[in-house]
């Protein structure tokens, strides 16, 4: 049985095995720097615990018992994420048509030799085989995303980028960064310094505050991009802005800043939408962002605006609509932009009404469910658990949180119109690397598969058993898991 996660499309293994050895290579069969990266990267993992030098050359064929990147186009069906993977006792040969796929293929590689190939720590006396067979793997969706809130807590950017290692290890593409929020705006924006500044000073509960300069960003999205990975920069408009009024006073419609906000209550802030001053800063925020975002996504918010009138709302969403094409990016909101007329290439993230989303999706807009009841990674697994919050009136154990179908959820949505799935770490009570880890793992690993694998061939029992081996993995990657006892973990 493979422990693979998320589950390849089609998969055969049989009872022989590759071992490597000491003395094996990576050869990889083209001599650009990316797929020469794809190989290194994958050296780059394997040889802590192996100890072994495999040097990557660029080479037509493996030797016996060396890993043969093989890229190419000859197989157009695979599409720029799909690869194959062909292990026979002599190599194991990779196989992708694109840079994308060959390096998932080395990650379902990695996940086949035992556990102990992650840890940082040389494992001498290990037999490090492969079982042999054939594995042809395609995404079911696009958009396989993850968010992390930065405005309730900052995370640096080296532990960004250490989410950006977990994410694509499991095949995740997109992470949407929301940047600002009542409590911190966390990018510098250099014509409104005090954003960051004065706006960034702060966090729930009077935490450290902190934001990424621009080359900060440029590093994290640079990061990201080298594993396949897209960022998605939110800017949360016109609510959830009480960091950007407490920063500049003339946002404000009384000439009035706030001060700070370190609660956790929503709804409470507005921008003034009937002032000019406003679409400048939105223009200008926009615009420093898209430049330093080669991603085509900007995602301006729109939730939760309970001091904003619905005329207002209307009237803003479609002004802004219109400042993020000018800057070249296709708009993202979340499900109220549904209530506006959007744009043919909108994207509409879903979190909590099916009906205002369902009229986003009869607009023509694409849908990217991340339903709150499953897809919420600040929600508890259950009542015990010490960080974490319950506000969806139900608790999202790992089950709960694998066991789902977007095509379910998104009542009314045409299956043609469903984009991909995300799931969402708000931070109001996650404030160090630990938190982030307990919440998001193992649920990130469900969510993983839920976007990439077969509907069909998703099953709990298949999934629970897995996990168990893919636990090892992880706390061989240094994670601070949930142990649910929905899982065996042996
Ligand atoms: C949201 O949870 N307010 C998008």
Redesign the pocket.
């Known amino acids: 049985m493979t422990t693979i996660i998320p589950l390849p499309a089609q998969i055969q293994l049989d009872e022989r095995q590759f071992c490597l050895n000491p003395g094996a290579k990576i050869i990889v069969s083209n001599d650009s720097a990316e797929v020469f990266w794809v190989g290194s990267s994958l050296a780059a993992k394997l040889r802590p615990a192996t100890g072994f030098a495999l040097p990557v050359q660029i080479g037509t064929q493996p030797a016996a018992g060396d890993i043969f990147l093989a890229f190419g186009a000859d197989d157009p069906s695979l599409g720029e994420e799909g690869y194959e993977l062909f292990s026979t006792p002599e190599a194991v040969t990779l196989r992708a048509a694109g840079a994308a796929g060959l390096f998932y293929a080395t990650q379902t590689l990695r996940q086949m030799f035992p556990a102990e190939i992650e840890n940082p720590l040389e494992q001498p006396n290990l037999a490090w085989t492969v079982q042999c067979g054939h594995i042809r793997d395609i995404p079911r969706y696009a958009w396989r995303g993850m968010m992390l809130d930065l405005g309730r807590h900052f995370f640096s950017v080296e532990t960004a980028k250490r989410l950006v290692d977990l994410l694509a290890y499991h095949k995740v593409n997109v992470l949407h960064l929301h940047l600002s929020d009542d409590q911190g705006w966390r990018i510098m924006i250099e014509s409104w310094p005090w954003l960051a500044l004065h706006g960034g000073s702060t966090a729930t509960n009077g935490d450290p505050g902190g934001f990424y300069t621009q080359d900060d960003y440029r590093e994290l999205v640079a990061y990201a991009a080298q594993r396949y990975i897209t960022i998605v920069p939110e800017i949360d408009l016109p609510g959830h802005t009480n960091a950007a009024l407490a920063s500049y006073e003339e946002l404000n419609e009384n000439g009035v800043s706030p001060n700070l906000y370190t609660g956790i209550k929503?709804g409470f802030s507005s921008l003034s939408v009937h002032k000019e001053i406003t679409y400048q800063f939105v223009d200008d925020v926009v615009r420093e962002i898209a430049a330093l975002t080669p991603g085509a996504y900007f995602h301006i918010g729109g939730?939760?605006t309970l001091s904003t009138s619905e005329e207002d709302y209307v009237y803003f969403i479609e002004r802004v609509q219109k400042i993020v094409a000018r800057h070249g990016k296709c708009m993202i909101g979340?499900e109220e932009i549904g209530k506006t007329k959007l744009n043919s290439d909108a994207i509409v993230?879903h979190?909590?009404n099916k009906e205002v989303t369902a009229r986003a999706a009869a607009q023509g807009a694409k849908i990217i469910a991340?339903p709150?009841a499953k897809a919420?990674m600040d929600i508890k697994y259950h009542e015990h658990t010490t960080i974490g919050q319950n506000w969806t009136g139900a608790y999202t154990e790992v089950r709960e949180a694998y066991d789902w179908e977007p095509v379910e959820i998104l009542e009314g949505v045409a299956e043609e119109s469903i984009l991909g799935v995300e799931s969402?770490l708000?931070t109001e009570t996650i404030f160090t690397r630990g938190n982030l880890d307990f919440m998001v793992f193992p649920r990130l690993c469900g969510y993983a598969e839920i976007g990439w694998s077969p509907r069909e061939g998703r099953d709990w029992e298949s999934y629970r058993q897995r996990l168990d081996e893919h636990g090892k993995r992880l706390a061989n990657l240094g994670v601070q898991f949930y142990r649910s006892e929905q899982v065996d973990w042996q």
């Open positions: 929503v939730d939760e979340w993230q979190w909590w991340s709150a919420y969402a708000w």
